[in-house]
């Protein structure tokens, strides 16, 4: 059996199981969706897979879930008001192994033996290891010019990598011609993934005993960290466990900026922009899959979008590596946005920073 997914948009059901998105553009969902209820919490479990009970609909014919531990990431003081969870410390070095998690589960359970995913390296790497776990082959398309940790990363995993000559965007159309034929496992497109990424906010509420932070700042590419904090945030909310959302602040490279462009126009559209050169490479993205949500989740928590240049990008970077942080460039973005975040949020307000992804990928 496969969980049924329409539309996000039109609301018209998924054309096939292969379909990855409607025929009007728009993103599959599931029609159910997880609630969230503290009693349902196996407090005995120390992975994201705690949340088992809520994270997947009980028609799904699951085994053990596919996991290799991730979860339950440190939540640390970074300085006054700040504090960093750090989502680099999964099994394979990224946050994206919370949606592979759930999204291999689910596949796995679905009777998929082989996926197609196109990633700048860290979903590819993440995707390669559960399908791996999951005795499920996977073919990863990355663009050429990926760090040479994370390709290598994804070979060693048993995935078949074809590297693809040109921007990102590149790697996506190569994939998305695969997947005409065999199923596109798209951490950006595909809603088991997005599941996964809720368990982050669940986390964030047990680990801070109710008290969210005002504020919590991420880089965002497709957004799918964002996304998953806003729908967790919101099924806390649904369950009257949280007063209000944090404010979702997105941060972006000035180089690659599509959705605080929209923001700053007051849009409910994303238009895809020029991807332009950036030290910034896990999200350069010029035109995230789900940009409408964003801009929803933005609008409703009352966050708003922040650009940042690659100087101070690299100048957060090489603070936190000092700090004994040491994580990829991209996963700096945010505190480089720190400054101007704090001029609008004012000096009292507490401010959350997930760390993405690990500097170790990075090293040649
Ligand atoms: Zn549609």
């Known amino acids: ?8 948009h039109c609301h018209s059901p998924a054309v096939s199981t292969l379909a990855w998105h409607c025929g009007c553009s728009g993103p599959l969902e599931y029609e159910w969706q997880p609630h969230f209820e503290p009693e349902r919490i196996d407090r005995g479990c120390w992975s994201q897979w705690r949340y088992r009970a809520i994270l997947l609909p009980e028609a799904l014919p699951v085994q053990p879930p596919v996991s290799l531990g991730e979860g339950m990431t440190p939540l640390v003081p970074f300085e006054a ?17 919370r949606g592979s998690a759930t999204l291999l589960t689910v596949l ?52 078949t990598l074809q590297e693809i000559e040109g921007v ?55 957004g799918g960290m964002l996304l998953g904090y806003y729908r967790g945030c919101r099924a806390l909310l649904a369950a009257g466990l949280i007063e209000r959302l944090p404010r979702l602040i997105a941060v972006q490279s000035q180089g690659c ?13 994303v238009a895809p922009t020029e991807e332009q050169p950036t030290i910034a490479e896990g999200i350069r993205i010029a035109a995230p ?3 409408d949500e964003l801009l929803r989740a933005l609008y409703e928590s009352e966050g708003f979008a922040l650009t940042v ?13 000092r700090r004994g942080l040491f994580v990829e460039t991209t996963s700096a973005v945010p505190l480089a946005a720190l400054p101007a975040a704090r001029q609008r949020l004012g000096p009292d307000a507490t401010v959350l920073i997930p760390l993405s992804g690990s ?5 040649k």
């Open 1 to 8: 059996m496969s969980l049924a997914r329409s539309c996000a």
């Open 81 to 97: 008001g700040v504090f960093l969870k750090l989502e680099y410390l999964m099994p394979t070095g990224s946050y994206k192994d």
């Open 108 to 159: 796995q359970a679905e009777g998929v033996d082989a996926l197609v995913e196109d990633s700048s390296g860290n979903a590819g790497a993440s995707i390669a290891a559960y399908a791996g776990a999951a005795g499920i082959h996977a073919t990863i398309f990355v663009p050429a010019h990926a760090a040479a940790g994370k390709k290598a990363q994804i070979a060693a995993f048993g995935a």
């Open 168 to 222: 990102r965007q590149a790697a996506s159309d190569a994939c998305q011609r695969a997947a005409e034929e065999t199923l596109y496992a798209s951490h950006a497109w595909h809603p088991a993934f997005l599941l996964g990424q809720m368990s982050a906010a669940w986390e964030l509420w047990e680990q801070s005993e109710g008290k969210m932070p005002e504020a919590i700042l991420f880089p965002v590419g497709q």
């Open 257 to 269: 900026a599509p959705l605080v462009r929209a923001w700053e126009q007051g849009a409910t559209q």
């Open 289 to 291: 899959a789900r940009g």
């Open 309 to 321: 240049e690659d100087a101070a990008i690299r100048a957060a970077h090489r603070t936190l590596a």
């Open 359 to 363: 500097g170790l990928k990075e090293q």
